[in-house]
C-alpha cells in the first residue's frame, strides 16, 4: 500500500488536469505550428493550398474552464450578413495541455493547433472581412464561445508582385 501511494505522490507533479474552477473561456487563434492568438482587429489570416486540390486556413484555439480532455469544438466563418461562408468545421477532440512557458497561457489551459478550416471558394472571400467563431463544449456541457474579426489572404511573393514567374 504504501508503495502505492508513493508512485501516486511521484507522479502527481508531472500530471496534467484541465481548470474547472474557471469561467469556462475560449481564446480563438490560428497556426501550423505554434499558437498565434487572434487579436481585437480584424487579423489577416493566411489562405493555403493544400496538397489534396483544396484551400484552407489554420484554426487553433485555447480552452480553459472546460474539461478539455474530451471536447467538442466547432469552428465557422460567417460574412457581415451573419451567413455561413464555409462550412463548419467540426472535432471532438483531447487537447494538449498549454505550455505555461508561453505568454496568455494559464494554468489548467488547454489548446490545440494545425485544425485545417477548409474554405470552399477562397476567390469569394479573399479580403472579406469575416468573423470566425469558435465553441467549445465538455461532455458535462460546460462551454465558451468566442468570436474574432478575420480577413482571408493569399500572400504574395515579391516574385508574383512584380510579374517574375
Not at 467549445?136 to 480577413?151: F, H, M, P, Q
Amino acid at each position: 500500500m504504501r508503495v502505492c501511494i508513493l508512485a501516486l505522490l511521484l507522479v502527481a507533479p508531472g500530471c496534467v488536469f484541465p481548470d474547472l474552477q474557471s469561467t469556462p473561456r475560449i481564446v480563438p487563434g490560428t497556426g501550423e505550428t505554434e499558437f498565434i492568438p487572434l487579436t481585437a482587429e480584424a487579423d489577416d489570416l493566411v489562405l493555403t493550398n493544400g496538397v489534396q486540390g483544396g484551400t484552407h486556413i489554420w484554426g487553433a484555439v485555447r480552452v480553459i474552464g472546460t474539461d478539455w480532455r474530451d471536447v467538442r469544438l466547432g469552428w465557422v466563418l460567417t460574412d457581415s450578413e451573419g451567413d455561413e461562408v464555409t462550412e463548419s468545421t467540426n472535432l471532438r477532440q483531447g487537447l494538449n495541455q498549454c505550455a505555461r512557458t508561453e505568454p496568455g497561457c494559464d494554468p489548467g489551459m488547454g489548446e490545440i493547433v494545425a485544425v485545417t478550416l477548409v474554405v470552399d471558394s477562397p476567390s469569394s472571400v479573399r479580403g472579406d472581412e469575416l468573423t470566425l467563431t469558435v465553441e467549445a463544449i465538455d461532455e458535462e456541457g460546460r462551454a465558451a464561445t468566442a468570436s474574432s474579426l478575420v480577413r482571408p489572404i493569399f500572400l504574395v511573393t515579391d516574385e508574383e508582385e512584380s510579374g517574375d514567374q
